[in-house]
């Protein structure tokens, strides 16, 4: 099993920027992917970015260029670097780990809030 933990998440101008971060603990050696996903209002939840365990990165289109997702083995913790940020970004992003044995492990989720 392993734990999550999001933080860094608020309400920030359109413009600005944010780093959220996802502590992970537990069972850490058995994951392969680190993602970051969101879900706005009404909408299903998306793939915002992943970084795998050899460091591969995928972005979804609409935050290529203005997001950036990277992982400190030290702190076992993956950040997302939002810059640019729009309207359109505000959801609560969460951050999701999946094992080598295929298991997908949740945070809890921290609200992003972007104003016009």
């Known amino acids: 099993q392993v734990q999550l933990v999001e933080s860094g998440g608020g309400l920030v101008q359109a413009g600005g920027s944010l780093r959220l971060s996802c502590a992970a603990s537990?069972?850490?050696?058995?994951?392969?992917?680190m993602a970051w996903y969101r879900q706005a209002p009404g909408k299903q939840r998306e793939l915002v970015a992943a970084l795998t365990s050899g460091g591969s990165t995928t972005y979804t289109d609409s935050v290529k260029g203005r997001f950036t997702i990277s992982r400190d083995h030290a702190k076992n913790t993956v950040y997302l670097q939002m810059n640019s940020l729009k309207p359109e970004d505000t959801a609560v992003y969460y951050c999701n780990a999946i094992t080598s044995r295929a298991f997908s492990n949740w945070g809890q989720g921290t609200q992003v809030t972007v104003s016009s």
């Open positions: 537990g069972s850490i050696f058995s994951i392969n992917t």
